[in-house]
């Protein structure tokens, strides 16, 4: 691991932190790996309950690809170059699909614009708070690009011509029309938003770890399912969350109109 990731846990919250802003938060090919390993790290880590993913400073969440020093870290190649080489597309993919089968709840905090390869790793979170002053661009195409993996979370969170506008045009989305194409959870004033986030991140260091696990892997499988056999799959998932200790003290605990305690069983 190096300094370009910082990485805090702190009352079940492990906080990640793209550590470049004098790169706008760009991603080098050490980033990308170092950010696959820590999630690894943290799901196998009880004491971790949820993950934050930000980016330091507020010039960018993350501005996608360091196109600078891509030549030698694999992430951009010449014409010609052997493909063994296009490491960066791979590795990116790769992190991308690892985000999205992750079993504890992740958390976006954008505090700066979100650009092209960092739309995928905001995308590719449960939740995303976001201030007012943000946006979010996928530029690709200024470059004689297109934003290709981008394009898989975004077709699975927008409407297919929200998301032609934004690719084809390049423009700048702000928060406001992002939160209402679905792009983003919540836009929160600048002057709340810290306590958004941190009060967010507290409730869902309190939710049942093991159920979540079992909820969020339920909801990845229903999104291939017919109705019929999504509600079969479902019920049988409940049934399931049902018999683990944490459901038994989630309603006792409403019943005895208290917080409940949960331990992850």
Same mark, same amino acid.
């Given at each position: 691991?190096?300094? /370009?990731?910082?990485?805090?846990?702190?009352?079940?919250?492990?906080?990640?932190?793209?550590?470049?802003?004098?790169? *706008?938060?760009?991603?080098? $090919?050490?980033?990308?790996?170092?950010?696959?390993? *820590?999630? %690894?790290? =943290?799901?196998?880590?009880?004491?971790?309950?949820?993950?934050?993913?930000?980016?330091?400073?507020?010039?960018?969440?993350?501005?996608?690809?360091?196109?600078?020093?891509?030549?030698? %870290?694999?992430?951009?190649?010449?014409?010609?170059?052997?493909? /063994?080489? @296009?490491?960066?597309?791979?590795?990116?993919?790769?992190?991308?699909?690892?985000?999205?089968?992750?079993?504890?709840? $992740? @958390?976006?905090? #954008?505090?700066?614009?979100?650009?092209?390869?960092?739309?995928?790793?905001?995308?590719?979170?449960?939740?995303?708070?976001?201030?007012?002053? #943000?946006?979010?661009?996928?530029?690709? #195409?200024? =470059?004689?690009?297109?934003?290709?993996? #981008?394009?898989?979370?975004?077709?699975?969170? !927008?409407?297919?011509?929200?998301?032609?506008?934004?690719?084809?045009?390049?423009?700048? =989305?702000?928060?406001?029309?992002?939160?209402?194409?679905?792009?983003?959870?919540? !836009?929160?004033?600048?002057?709340?938003?810290?306590?958004?986030?941190?009060?967010?991140?507290?409730? @869902?260091?309190?939710?049942?770890?093991?159920?979540?696990? $079992?909820?969020?892997?339920?909801?990845?499988?229903?999104?291939d399912l017919s109705l019929d056999s999504a509600l079969e799959?479902?019920?049988?998932?409940?049934?399931?969350?049902?018999?683990? /200790?944490?459901?038994?003290?989630?309603?006792?605990?409403? @019943? %005895?109109?208290?917080?409940?305690?949960? *331990?992850?069983?």
């Open positions: 691991m190096n300094s /370009e990731l910082l990485y805090e846990v702190r009352e079940g919250v492990a906080l990640l932190t793209i550590n470049r802003p004098e790169r *706008r938060n760009a991603l080098s $090919l050490a980033l990308i790996q170092d950010l696959g390993q *820590r999630l %690894d790290e =943290i799901e196998f880590n009880p004491e971790v309950r949820v993950v934050c993913l930000t980016g330091a400073g507020d010039k960018a969440f993350c501005s996608g690809a360091d196109l600078d020093g891509a030549m030698c %870290d694999g992430l951009a190649a010449a014409p010609g170059e052997p493909e /063994e080489k @296009l490491q960066g597309p791979s590795f990116y993919a790769k992190l991308l699909t690892r985000m999205s089968t992750f079993e504890k709840p $992740l @958390l976006a905090r #954008v505090a700066g614009p979100c650009l092209a390869g960092g739309l995928g790793l905001m995308l590719s979170c449960d939740i995303v708070i976001a201030h007012t002053n #943000v946006f979010f661009c996928t530029p690709e #195409v200024n =470059i004689g690009l297109f934003p290709f993996m #981008v394009g898989a979370l975004l077709q699975r969170n !927008v409407q297919w011509k929200k998301a032609m506008d934004m690719v084809l045009t390049s423009r700048r =989305i702000y928060a406001a029309e992002a939160e209402r194409m679905g792009l983003i959870s919540r !836009v929160v004033p600048p002057e709340h938003f810290e306590q958004e986030v941190k009060q967010t991140l507290a409730v @869902l260091a309190t939710r049942s770890p093991l159920n979540i696990r $079992l909820g969020k892997r339920a909801f990845k499988k229903m999104s799959m479902l019920s049988l998932a409940l049934v399931q969350a049902m018999k683990t /200790e944490d459901a038994r003290e989630g309603m006792q605990a409403f @019943l %005895d109109k208290r917080t409940p305690l949960f *331990r992850g069983n």
